[in-house]
């Protein structure tokens, strides 16, 4: 059973047209939510952590925001260079315990001119 | 800062084959795990050692060795390769166990 989930697995946009990625998690003692972007063959380059809902962060036309259950990372004005694969992490762990990373499959997004 | 570098970034191997993938870290991170990655799956953790001498299993150990040299250096090993090791492996680091992870650009292992 998956403990995070990334809808849409795809998505594709024109130049422009601003849209959201959806991360869902059902892991219990959230620590931390991090988002990352991946780029063909590269490894995941990390771009957000938010740790507490109502929480928000920006960065360029990204900003990622954080409920008790989800996270959303929005996109406006999107660009073809934000074309890549944006995935989704959660830390989880109560207690002294270092916790688990959960990683999800991720959406592969793709802004054409 | 070179980050995460590991090596080599190809190999191919035949079944039951051994080789070790090599991963350094320079920003003086304590944590350092190995994750492998397949079409339609999320990354997955191979082994950890959240501190210099320790070591721990993840999610998909079986079939792996790691050894953390040093703080710097973690490697991963397969003693005896199998077709369903074929993936892209992913070296990475913390400062802090499980947060802001940073990663290496990965290995394309394939085993024939």
């Known amino acids: 059973e998956d403990q995070v989930t990334q809808s849409p697995e795809a998505l594709r946009l024109q130049e422009g047209e601003s849209s959201s990625l959806n991360c869902s998690y059902t892991?219990?003692?959230?620590?931390?939510l991090f988002w990352y972007r991946q780029d063909p063959g590269k490894g995941p380059e990390f771009l957000f952590t938010?740790?507490?809902a109502g929480e928000e962060k920006e960065k360029e036309r990204l900003k990622a925001t954080l409920t008790k259950k989800e996270s959303f990372l929005h996109i406006t004005a999107p660009k073809p260079e934000d074309s890549a694969t944006y995935l989704c992490?959660?830390?989880?762990?109560?207690?002294?315990?270092?916790?688990?990373?959960?990683f999800g499959r991720g959406t592969q997004l793709t802004v054409w001119p | 800062n070179a980050g995460v570098t590991q090596t080599p970034k190809f190999q191919v191997l035949k079944t039951g084959q051994s080789m070790t993938l090599q991963c350094a870290q320079d920003?003086?991170?304590?944590?350092m795990y190995w994750y492998r990655q397949d079409p339609g799956m999320g990354l997955r953790l191979i082994y950890y050692?959240?501190?210099?001498?320790?070591?721990d299993k993840g999610e998909v150990p079986n079939g792996y060795n790691v050894s953390r040299l040093n703080k710097r250096e973690f490697s991963l090993r397969l003693e005896s390769a199998a077709p369903s090791q074929t993936s892209v492996y992913f070296c990475?680091?913390?400062?802090?166990?499980?947060?802001?992870?940073?990663f290496g650009s990965g290995t394309q292992l394939s085993v024939l």
């Open positions: 990475a680091s913390s400062e802090l166990t499980n947060r802001r992870v940073f």
């Open positions: 892991v219990s003692g959230l620590r931390g």
């Open positions: 938010l740790y507490s």
């Open positions: 992490a959660v830390q989880a762990g109560r207690g002294s315990t270092l916790g688990r990373l959960y």
């Open positions: 920003m003086n991170h304590n944590s």
């Open positions: 050692s959240a501190s210099e001498g320790t070591t």
